[in-house]
């Protein structure tokens, strides 16, 4: 999830890329962990329930998913 999220990506296109097709689940079991553990932030935080609202990758994300991409190399 957060290698499609490099780009600003909306609700709609992160579960289409994942085949997931029940927002509200998608939003509790997928987009809330990671926005909690500061791995994703929403374009536009003050309204979560935006029609604009897209999702976009951390710095804290962009750590964890080169290392996760390291080592997956490295096998």
């Given amino acids: 999830m957060l290698h499609n999220c490099i780009e600003s990506q909306s609700i709609t296109d992160l579960m ?5 097709t029940n927002r509200t689940k998608f939003r509790d079991q997928v987009l809330r962990p ?3 553990e500061g791995l994703l932030v929403m374009t536009v935080p003050d309204k979560p329930t ?3 609202q897209k999702y976009r990758i951390t710095d ?10 390291k080592k997956a ?3």
């Fill in 16 to 20: 289409a890329i994942a085949g997931r």
């Fill in 34 to 36: 990671l926005l909690e």
């Fill in 50 to 52: 935006s029609s604009i």
């Fill in 60 to 69: 804290k994300g962009k750590s964890i998913l080169s290392k996760l991409t």
């Fill in 73 to 75: 190399t490295n096998r």
